[in-house]
């Protein structure tokens, strides 16, 4: 199971820390990734990070601004997400994948929404 939270209205280049805690696996096995999905839009990748942490990949549109970690003692993922743009306003979700880019488990999303 995972679980996002941190989701926020907030001002243009405002931040925002989101978290997923994950429950009911060996965490530590899989490839994370954080996705949005904007109102009529399709849902996009946003950052993924390997098992240890040790690689990590972003979208075009949030690198330099965002940056995913992780703790795998806390079975948390975040993303921090700074210098927010109103363009970034959607429902954020993690998600778990034992081979990338078969995300196979999903959390039920937070909203974030950015005022320009």
């Known amino acids: 199971q995972l679980v996002e939270s941190g989701g926020g209205s907030v001002q243009a280049r405002d931040s925002l820390r989101l978290s997923c805690a994950a429950s009911?696996?060996?965490?530590?096995?899989?490839?994370m990734g954080w996705f949005r999905q904007a109102p009529g839009k399709e849902r996009e990748f946003v950052a993924g990070?390997?098992?240890?942490?040790?690689?990590?990949y972003y979208a075009d549109a949030v690198k330099g601004r965002f940056t995913i970690s992780r703790d795998n003692g806390k079975n948390t993922v975040y993303l921090q997400m700074n210098n927010l743009k109103a363009e970034d306003t959607a429902i954020y979700f993690c998600?778990?994948?034992?081979?990338?880019?078969?995300?196979?488990?999903w959390g039920q999303g937070t909203q974030v929404t950015v005022s320009s």
């Open positions: 009911g696996g060996t965490f530590s096995s899989y490839s």
């Open positions: 998600a778990a994948a034992r081979k990338v880019p078969q995300y196979a488990y």
């Open positions: 990070i390997s098992w240890s942490g040790g690689s990590t």
